[in-house]
C-alpha cells in the first residue's frame, strides 16, 4: 500500500528556514519520479518540485527558484525540501507525491507550513 508520511512544517518568521520530508513505503521509491506540491487556503493544490529517480532536480516553479531545494535518499525512501528565504505566500499545506506528469499516489496527510510574524 502506498503511503506518503509529510513532516518538518511549522511557523516560521518571513525570512525564515525550514526542511520538509516525506517517508515514503509501499513501492520501489528509487524507481520513481517524485513531486512536493502545496495547497494554500482557497487555492488549488499546484506543483512545487520534481526531482528525477536518480537525484537530479527537475523542475521547479518560478516562485520557488532559488529560495527551495529538492532532494532525496533512496536508501532512506525519504524526499525532502528545503526552504529558504520564506515569504507569506508559501504558506500552504505541502505534500509529496510520485509521479509523471500527474500524481500517481493517494495524498497523505501533508504538513502545514505558516510564514508570519
Known amino acids: 500500500q502506498v503511503q506518503f508520511v509529510e513532516s518538518g512544517g511549522g511557523l516560521v518568521p518571513p525570512g525564515g528556514t525550514l526542511r520538509l520530508s516525506c517517508a515514503a513505503s509501499?513501492?520501489?521509491?528509487?524507481?520513481?519520479?517524485m513531486n512536493w506540491y502545496r495547497q494554500a487556503p482557497g487555492k488549488e493544490r499546484e506543483l512545487v518540485a520534481r526531482?528525477?529517480?536518480?537525484?537530479?532536480?527537475?523542475k521547479y516553479v518560478d516562485s520557488v527558484l532559488g529560495r527551495f531545494t529538492i532532494s532525496r535518499d533512496n536508501d532512506k525512501n525519504t524526499l525532502y525540501l528545503q526552504m529558504s528565504s520564506l515569504k507569506p505566500e508559501d504558506t500552504a499545506v505541502y505534500f509529496c507525491?510520485?509521479?509523471?506528469?500527474?500524481?500517481?499516489?493517494?495524498w497523505g496527510q501533508g504538513t502545514q507550513v505558516t510564514v508570519s510574524s
Open positions: 509501499g513501492f520501489a521509491f528509487w524507481r520513481k519520479i
Open positions: 507525491n510520485m509521479g509523471y506528469p500527474n500524481p500517481e499516489g493517494s
Open positions: 526531482i528525477s529517480a536518480h537525484g537530479t532536480p527537475m
